[in-house]
């Protein structure tokens, strides 16, 4: 496959269109048609077989010894029994170790890939494990490709199905990483790269406004989920310290300004914790804050395996809450809670694959 140029574009962060105009710039020339066929080896085929039109030596020479062609090492795989969930353990080249998670759907033989957009996280929130290791970088888009591809290609060799969706709802904010996780996006979605339809595209936020106003002035097609987890200002600011930046009145003119561009519902998230944000007055605040919105709430339990502090409500206080919810006439989904043990590394993380296991959609919530 040619040899790795560290410091050398990597071929997998590139869409035909911008590999043809970047080898351009090198002074090779580099047709449209030659790009996709070269990438359409790398990325959509999984087992990079080589086009039956060959592109050209010279061409396919330039492209392969001036771009990296670097892979993630796959340090681990755990495979939960209980519901199939994979999680997998990558090594970087500098050595920073990431997660994604492949997660079985409704649909027989159609997964979703659950992927870290950054190592670490900066936005602390106080029910997660990743918020309270601290940022340590950004993912590149060739990091979250090659993870995906090496997901993906797995369950083809495997017999087992398609990767049909991809959530970045694994470690890190991805809109704290916008510009690599939007590139993630392009090169997921195009026909010569990952071939994910771009409405199986879900990407998480806890709250990041400008970025939210970016996403929704560039009208990508990719679905955003907001996590709000509680409308009332100085329980959020608690709870996500993301809040002390954007005030409750901010992130909600964002969602509108999202919301008028947005095919369908706009998601909500709200990791439930027991004690904590499921009680009537938050109810009204949220009926308050975001009645007049078309909204679906995503109720996600918070991962109570570690030792944060936080638990799950019970039954009953559940059945209250959803009960509660009813005010606001909109629908609830209520996500399965099983495998969080096994792959409790995160907060968002385990509640992302609690999610997705019993979404007939394939669109998880977030955290
Ligand atoms: S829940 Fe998500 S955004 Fe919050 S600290 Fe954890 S990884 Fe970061």
Request: proline residues 5%; charged residues 25%; hydrophobic residues 40%.
């Amino acid at each position: 496959m040619g040899r790795s140029l560290l410091d050398a574009p990597h071929l997998f962060a590139f869409t035909p269109e911008a590999l043809s105009a970047w080898a351009g710039e090198q002074g090779v020339a580099v047709r449209l048609d030659e790009a996709r066929r070269v990438l359409s080896e790398v990325i959509s085929d999984p087992e990079e077989r080589v086009s039956r039109r060959p592109v050209k030596k010279s061409t396919r020479e330039f492209l392969l010894t001036h771009t990296s062609q670097e892979r993630l090492e796959v340090v681990e795989r755990a495979v939960d029994p209980s519901d199939q969930f994979v999680k997998y353990l990558f090594r970087s080249p500098d050595g920073a170790l990431t997660e994604a998670v492949r997660i079985p759907l409704h649909k027989p033989c159609h997964f979703t890939v659950c992927l870290s957009s950054q190592v670490g996280c900066a936005m602390g929130c106080v029910f997660c494990a990743t918020g309270r290791l601290g940022f340590s970088r950004n993912l590149e888009t060739w990091e979250m490709i090659s993870a995906f591809k090496i997901v993906r290609d797995e369950a083809h060799r495997a017999g087992l199905g398609r990767v049909s969706g991809a959530v970045f709802m694994g470690q890190g904010e991805p809109l704290h990483n916008y510009d690599q996780v939007i590139q993630t996006a392009r090169v997921l979605s195009h026909p010569c790269g990952g071939r994910i339809d771009a409405r199986n595209i879900t990407i998480s936020t806890v709250g990041l406004v400008p970025q939210i106003r970016r996403f929704a002035e560039e009208r990508h097609p990719y679905k955003l989920i907001v996590s709000l987890t509680s409308a009332i200002e100085e329980k959020r600011k608690g709870l996500l310290p993301v809040a002390g930046r954007f005030s409750l009145d901010e992130l909600g003119a964002a969602i509108r300004s999202y919301a008028a561009v947005a095919r369908g519902r706009i998601t909500l998230a709200w990791v439930l914790m027991r004690g904590v944000n499921h009680g009537q007055e938050e109810v009204l605040a949220l009926k308050e804050r975001f009645g007049d919105l078309p909204l679906r709430i995503n109720l996600i339990d918070i991962n109570d395996a570690g030792d944060l502090g936080y638990s799950r409500v019970s039954p009953a206080e559940l059945k209250e809450f959803l009960d509660r919810l009813q005010v606001l006439g909109v629908p609830i989904v209520r996500r399965y809670s099983g495998g969080k043990e096994k792959h409790a590394a995160c907060g968002m993380l385990a509640a992302t694959l609690s999610d997705a296991s019993k979404d007939p959609s394939g669109t998880p919530a977030l955290a």
